[in-house]
């Protein structure tokens, strides 16, 4: 039986009836930019997150570059930023006029610490970007306690929940998620949100992401066209009540794997200490990654190394890397491999991936 890496249909599958009358009513209202829709989600997700302010944005990456912007970051700063995780999140800095100071991660949670953070600080630090990667929670707090403004990327860990029971997205200074289709709450397109409690920061997120606007007549500053749109936010709200269940799914199927005895075969993925992770990936690790990547694709097991080449190792990135040594990300990076995971990943499912796992007798 095939399991593939991840599912975003069966989830929504219940839901599409609900989610065509919807777009019905957009597409009847004619109001596509900058509608209700919009601001219904950005007042649904808020509460939701527990956050003061949500802004919709094109997408993830941009909801970076406006949000680092808006949090007063600009030519001559330092932003640092873990080398270990997609790559849009260090790209989103250069467009500030900032320069990327990479960081390490630690490889059991894949997350950086306060002390991989410490390290990279400089006089010019004027931001750090933590990333809450495959939907574990960073230690916001503690990096926080270091003195400096944190912006979580969020893009990964719609559903999470930190060791307070606050969740990712309002932990920080500000922070940011991605609703590409297949994360943990997708739309059907592109779309993003940036986050934050900060009233000063979600007012320049607004006026930036609107070219530098705030009545469509007068310019103050250069900005960015990146809305969510109505489509994309009318999707959304029909989705958002359905997360905390779906992230439940993600949790019991992480159980699932560690329940079968998958950890004597290779190294789970280490939760932050008293963290509910809403797995958007569900990453584990080994020697032979890339043996064990083949042995699963021949049994119709959907495996995938994300970030095999780190982001401080990619050509364009060459000129803020020289000479780092960040081992954990390296150890990460090397040994990584992401398994199958969705909201609906039965037992079954797992078992047959245990099961494929043991047969490649990797050791
Ligand atoms: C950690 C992380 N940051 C940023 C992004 C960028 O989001 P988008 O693709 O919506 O631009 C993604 C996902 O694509 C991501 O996984």
């Not at 950005?42 to 997150?49: G, M, Q, R, S, T």
């Not at 630090?125 to 929670?137: E, P, Q, R, S, Y």
């Not at 569900?282 to 190394?305: E, F, N, P, T, W």
Request: with cysteine; glycine share 10%.
């Amino acid at each position: 039986m095939a399991v593939p890496l991840f599912d975003t249909d069966t989830p929504t599958r219940f839901l599409k009836a609900e989610i065509r009358a919807k777009v019905d009513e957009v597409l009847e209202s004619a109001a596509f930019i900058l509608g209700p829709e919009v601001a219904a989600f950005e007042a649904d997700f808020a509460a939701y997150l527990g956050a003061g302010h949500a802004i919709g944005v094109g997408n993830g990456t941009d909801a970076l570059t406006i949000a680092l912007r808006a949090m007063g970051v600009g030519p001559g700063d330092d932003v640092v930023v873990p080398s270990f995780t997609f790559y849009a999140t260090p790209e989103a800095i250069p467009p500030t006029g900032a320069r990327p100071v990479f960081c390490d991660v630690d490889p059991e949670t894949f997350c950086v610490t306060p002390e991989t953070v410490r390290a990279a600080l400089t006089p010019r630090t004027k931001a750090v970007v933590a990333v809450h990667l495959f939907g574990n929670v960073a230690p916001i707090a503690e990096i926080e306690a270091l003195g400096v403004p944190v912006l979580e990327d969020a893009a990964q860990a719609a559903g999470s929940r930190a060791a307070d029971g606050r969740r990712p997205g309002a932990l920080g200074t500000a922070a940011t998620f991605s609703f590409y289709p297949s994360k943990n709450l997708g739309a059907f397109g592109d779309g993003g949100a940036v986050t934050t409690n900060d009233a000063g920061i979600a007012d320049r997120v607004r006026t930036l992401r609107f070219h530098g606007s705030r009545d469509k007549v007068t310019f103050e500053e250069v900005g960015y066209n990146s809305r969510l749109d109505e489509l994309q936010a009318a999707i959304l709200r029909v989705q958002l009540p359905h997360l905390d269940r779906w992230a439940e799914g993600r949790r019991d199927a992480g159980d699932h794997y560690a329940a079968a005895g998958l950890g004597e075969l290779v190294t789970l993925p280490t939760v932050t200490p008293g963290a509910s992770a809403a797995w958007h990936l569900y990453v584990v690790r080994h020697a032979q990654a890339d043996a064990l990547a083949s042995v699963l694709r021949g049994a119709g097991i959907g495996q995938k190394a994300y970030y095999r080449l780190p982001s401080h190792r990619q050509p364009a990135m060459r000129p803020y890397a020289d000479g780092l040594d960040l081992p954990g990300t390296d150890e990460a990076a090397a040994t990584h491999l992401a398994i199958p995971m969705s909201p609906v990943l039965g037992r079954r499912d797992v078992d047959e991936v245990v099961v494929a796992v043991r047969d490649a007798r990797l050791g």
